[in-house]
């Protein structure tokens, strides 16, 4: 069964940058559909936040586009999103995924962010 797991979270103050990692264990890496990063903040809705689909080409959240870069290195089965120019808005416990054929889309436990000063 597909697992992933976040890393790289931590508290930062406004303007700083933090990189996230999501370590994908038991598929193939390279077969699948899509994969990137949703966010969830206390008491608001889970969002989207960046997609890193089959091909090669990414989508942002207007919110992060220009701030954020999503990237994967497969020899090390990983997904990462670098955060720059970070916002106390961006507080958030952040999620990857995988979408796989025939599968269920896949989650990660997540790891919390926090953006302060």
């Known amino acids: 069964q597909v697992q992933l797991v976040e890393s790289g979270g931590g508290l930062v103050q406004p303007g700083g940058s933090l990189r996230l990692s999501c370590v994908v264990a038991?598929?193939?890496?390279?077969?699948?559909?899509?994969m990137g990063w949703y966010r969830q903040a206390p008491g608001k809705q889970r969002e989207y936040v960046a997609d890193?689909?089959?091909?090669?080409?990414?989508r942002y959240q207007d919110s992060v586009q220009g701030r954020f870069t999503i990237s994967r290195d497969n020899t090390k089965n990983t997904v990462h999103l670098q955060m720059n120019n970070m916002k106390p808005e961006d507080t958030a416990v952040y999620y990857c995924?995988?979408?796989?054929?025939?599968?269920?889309?896949?989650w990660g436990q997540g790891t919390q962010v926090t953006v302060s000063s």
């Open positions: 995924y995988v979408d796989r054929p025939n599968s269920p889309r896949s």
């Open positions: 890193f689909f089959s091909g090669g080409s990414t």
């Open positions: 038991g598929t193939n890496f390279t077969r699948y559909y899509a």
